[in-house]
């Protein structure tokens, strides 16, 4: 039988969403388990790698049950089509690099266990997410290959493959939290960098002063082009010079930095080329400041006077 456009773009918008579901879905776990059981090597964990999978799954996943019902109606009315060459090649690329991945998996598996590594609960999880999907991809098509599969089993994997989407896309969700506390994280972090920037301008002024402003505007007097940022929710940056080598900044937050969703949300402080005694940005939710002291001793070439 001849392959008619419509079956060759049925078979691969069929094989591709199932590609970007499992590349999603896979994602969308590894970053649950990291946000789970944090890798000791990342000190800064991005809620936007999960909004993307979570977003990809949630309109991808549907597309490929409805495609592949499609088809499967379409083998019912008329089975000699279960022969068309394009599908076969599909199907075979799709079990060759299932399998390839379980192989893959069992191997790195064994090697961290054989070469005396520490195996993680998280690097397990992993492991066990990539051969349970891949298992399942490589079962389910080699049975529709060798025309095992009915109405009945179709269903069966379709809700378990529903069940573990929308299992995935609720653990996301209970990472990430709503849209609202998502764009108020955004705000926070959006308020950290202004004061960075901020405090990188004092800086600046003290470094060509010797003195630190009394307040902001001293600074762009001093300082051209530089503008002071504003608060994206419309509640202004605070400044207070508190000794002739300590000031304060202070923002109003919408979320502590180191509780619940938003763990680990808030980046490692950014040094910059002028020392400071206890940087960091972790902040409360409603006003926060934070204090900060100069250190002269880090300026060799700065004359050094009597403070």
């Not at 049950?65 to 599909?90: M, Q, T």
């Not at 690099?97 to 192989?103: N, P, Q, S, T």
């Not at 990430?176 to 960075?196: A, F, M, N």
Request: aromatic share 14%; net charge neutral.
């Amino acid at each position: 039988m001849r392959t008619t456009p419509k079956d060759f773009f049925l078979h691969l918008g069929v094989i591709i969403t199932l590609y970007v579901s499992i590349i999603s879905f896979l994602t969308l776990i590894f970053r649950v388990v990291d946000y789970a059981f944090p890798p000791a090597f990342e000190r800064y964990f991005a809620t936007s790698a999960i909004s993307w999978p979570v977003a990809s799954l949630i309109i991808i996943f549907p597309i490929y049950l409805i495609l592949s019902w499609i088809l499967n109606r379409d083998y019912v009315a008329n089975p000699e089509k279960r022969d068309l060459g394009i599908r076969r090649w599909l199907l075979y690329i799709t079990l060759f690099i299932a399998g390839i991945a379980i192989v893959t998996d069992l191997i790195v598996l064994l090697y961290y266990f054989l070469d005396g590594r520490l195996i993680t609960a998280g690097f397990i999880l992993k492991v066990l997410a990539v051969f349970v999907v891949a298992g399942g991809v490589f079962s389910y098509y080699i049975l529709d290959l060798r025309e095992r599969t009915n109405r009945g089993v179709n269903k069966l994997f379709a809700v378990i493959a529903a069940l573990l989407a929308i299992g995935s896309i609720v653990a996301g969700f209970a990472v990430i939290g709503s849209p609202q506390t998502q764009r108020q994280l955004r705000y926070d972090q959006q308020k950290v960098q202004d004061l960075q920037m901020i405090q990188g301008q004092v800086l600046e002024y003290w470094n060509r002063t010797d003195k630190l402003p009394e307040t902001l505007a001293e600074v762009d007097d001093i300082l051209a082009g530089f503008n002071i940022p504003e608060d994206p929710q419309s509640q202004p940056y605070e400044y207070r010079k508190i000794a002739n080598l300590n000031f304060e900044l202070c923002a109003t937050f919408n979320l502590p930095s180191n509780e619940g969703k938003n763990k680990r949300a808030i980046p490692e402080p950014i040094y910059g080329p002028y020392g400071l005694v206890d940087e960091d940005w972790k902040h409360s939710d409603g006003r926060s400041c934070f204090e900060r002291t100069i250190r002269p001793e880090l300026f060799p070439d700065k004359p050094q006077k009597a403070q």
